[in-house]
């Protein structure tokens, strides 16, 4: 199947593999690759900047024909590693780089003449039409059934805005689990799908069993919003300890935020409490965590290799 997306990266299927804090690992891109679509991993999956440099060393010499990997940043002033994460993706190399929350500019500048792609999550049109000014190579559209940090349009309508209105590819995010889905995402005008929760539980991804295992037990309709993590709201498994302690932010997380002189500084240590919060879900096993997830997880009925989970994607 041939889109703008795989001639891009030169991959067999137009699929990302979704960048998933402390989810993605190179084990999981290394499979994707092998099966034909792109993978990418979060650069603050890594502590230090050498663990990141030698992710991407392991990467490259992984690298098979037909697949592609890359990273994603966060752009925004909440990630103090941003510089030296963009420094050491420009040196070493990767095929593209996924920027998140914040503007892409320095990011794209820079990844260019490193010749590196850059394609921008974007929840709109205003935000699509800025990136495409700035010169990305394509818009991540995420829509409202993605997981995590996800956008307000259902995927129909804010992919059919977008590539009406833009030139730059438009890859749709949230709400695949199969081949049918992906098919629909197509018919809209999509040149290809990041695709994040069905892979949670793969036999690689470097999270609990407890985590993969809810991703088959629970389905789309116990995928809730809490702003218990980040402050955002953001895609939950409503598991019963999610239940416990609620998911509106506190009534001081909520004065705080509206303090303007304060509300930057908030946001810092909100984005570095929930952080840990999501780190602390994905590595201990307990049912005393937070997971997050798509509603996608409805079609996750088993644990499985990543390319059998890519072979139920696009056959």
């Known amino acids: 199947m041939q889109t703008k997306l795989t001639e891009l990266l030169d991959i067999k299927h137009p699929v990302i593999q979704a960048p998933m804090f402390l989810v993605s690992n190179v084990a999981m891109v290394t499979e994707a690759m092998k099966s034909g679509i792109a993978g990418c991993i979060p650069a603050l999956n890594y502590r230090t900047l050498e663990e990141l440099r030698d992710a991407i060393q392991t990467l490259k010499k992984n690298k098979v024909e037909g697949g592609a990997f890359g990273f994603n940043l966060i752009v925004n002033k909440s990630n103090v590693k941003y510089k030296g994460q963009l420094e050491v993706l420009c040196e070493e190399g990767c095929d593209f ?25 974007v929840t709109d049109l205003k935000f699509a039409k800025k990136v495409e000014h700035l010169g990305a190579d394509a818009a991540i559209a995420v829509n409202n059934e993605a997981g995590g940090h996800r956008g307000n349009l259902s995927p129909k309508e804010l992919t059919n805005q977008l590539s009406k209105a833009i ?3 438009v890859i749709s995010a949230g709400g695949v689990g199969c081949k049918a889905d992906i098919d629909k995402m197509l018919s809209y005008g999509a040149e290809g799908v ?11 991804a470097g999270v609990t069993e407890e985590y993969k295992q809810a991703c088959v037990e629970y389905g789309a309709k116990d995928i809730i919003m809490t702003e ?22 506190t009534w001081l997380e909520n004065l ?23 780190e602390n879900a994905a590595k201990k096993a307990t049912y005393k965590t937070v997971w997050v997830a798509g509603p996608s997880i409805e079609h996750t009925h088993k644990i499985l290799p990543v390319k059998a989970i890519v072979d139920k994607l696009v056959y």
């Not at 780089?97 to 999550?121: N, W, Y």
């Not at 705080?256 to 840990?276: A, C, D, P, Q």
């Open 97 to 121: 780089i996924i920027t998140s929350l914040g503007s892409p500019e320095e990011t794209i500048k820079q990844a260019h003449a490193a010749g590196i792609k850059v394609f921008c999550d």
């Open 167 to 169: 030139e730059i590819p």
């Open 194 to 204: 990041s695709v994040g929760s069905p892979f949670i539980a793969s036999i690689e």
């Open 228 to 249: 218990r993590i980040s402050g955002t709201p953001c895609t939950v498994i409503n598991t019963p300890y999610v239940q416990k302690i609620g998911t509106k932010a």
């Open 256 to 278: 705080l935020n509206k303090n303007k002189s304060l509300k930057k500084w908030v946001k810092m240590i909100r984005f570095s409490i929930g952080m840990k919060a999501t």
